[in-house]
């Protein structure tokens, strides 16, 4: 059983990124910029937003983080995207989810400019990863791909198993692993909350990619020996055994699933490390497009 090590991936990355942007610099050449729109105190985003600022750094890209209190209103918010679209220095911009109740989201995703949606959620991007052209792939699933190609991990002709069918992950695996190249020609079962005998299809599967948010969700009896695991779930649960009082654990039963696993990611550890990873590979893929068009 191999372990699917994305924090060491990530690193990887990360290092290969601050290579790249240390040769701009060398050319005289505008670093990558990056941008973060935070809404409210949520403490997750707040310490998400937080991480994405110190990767920034740690590659050598600039970075600009916009807070705006809970109250904000949907027409404030989309004055400040106007603002940073508009902003000729800012390569690639997010808008930290999930918003406050009063604005929709939907209309938030679609004022970001495409050319600077590196979180690659507009429709225009999601569109043209459907149709297998060149564009933002969402940071968790290009993260996934990234993992999967890294360790070589076989996808041609297996049938891949994705549990959960957000827009964030579970959609857009579905159709990256059915894509005519690696990693991806599988053949590609997407299950959800109305799915009728579960256990059956997740027993098949080849490869599960599993992004329910529900902990311990797949356990050792529902997958076949040698099964591929790719847990995106994280939860917080109560272990006051811990310093913390709680632990961080996956959708996966770990220490049982990873007996007949033969490759599986850890949480934490695994695709977590990732998004970040990706999202600053999308801003240097935005920050290299507007340089060749110009």
């Known amino acids: 059983m191999t372990i699917l090590d994305g924090k060491k991936v990530s690193e990887d990355i990360k290092n290969e990124i601050a290579v790249e942007v240390q040769k701009m610099r060398d050319n005289g050449e ?32 600039e970075s600009t983080l916009v807070k705006m209190p809970s109250t904000t209103s949907e027409t404030e918010l989309l004055k400040k995207i106007k603002e940073l679209n508009q902003n000729d220095d ?14 929709d989201t939907q209309n938030v995703i679609n004022a970001i ?20 052209m060149s564009t933002f792939i969402p940071a968790t699933p290009f993260g996934i ?45 997407l299950t959800h909350s109305h799915t009728k005998n579960i256990n059956q299809i ?12 529900v902990p311990n969700y797949l356990k050792a009896e529902m997958v076949k020996d040698d ?20 632990k961080i654990v996956g959708d996966v039963d770990f220490e049982n699933v990873s007996k007949k696993a033969s490759y599986i990611t850890p949480v934490p550890g695994g695709v977590g490390p990732m998004t970040i990873a990706m999202l600053l590979k999308n801003t ?11």
């Open 30 to 61: 505008k670093v990558p910029h990056l941008a973060a729109i935070i809404v409210g105190n949520d403490g997750a985003s707040l310490t998400y937003v937080g991480s994405k600022v110190k990767a920034c750094e740690r590659v050598g890209f």
């Open 90 to 103: 800012i390569d690639g911009f997010i808008v930290q989810l999930p918003l406050p109740k009063q604005i």
């Open 113 to 132: 400019d495409p050319s600077k949606d590196v979180d690659g959620f507009h429709p225009e991007n999601f569109g043209k990863m459907a149709l297998d």
């Open 145 to 189: 791909l990234e993992i999967l190609e890294r360790y070589n991990v076989p996808t041609d002709g297996k049938h891949t198993v994705i549990i959960g069918r957000s827009h964030i992950v579970g959609r857009p695996m579905s159709i990256l692993m059915g894509r005519n190249h690696f990693p991806g020609n599988s053949t590609v079962t």
């Open 202 to 213: 997740t027993s098949q599967a080849d490869i599960i990619i599993t992004a329910l948010g």
């Open 227 to 246: 099964v591929v695991i790719i847990d995106v779930g994280i939860t917080r649960v109560t272990d006051e055994t811990s310093e913390k009082g709680y």
């Open 284 to 294: 240097l893929l935005a920050r290299e497009q507007k340089l060749m068009k110009k």
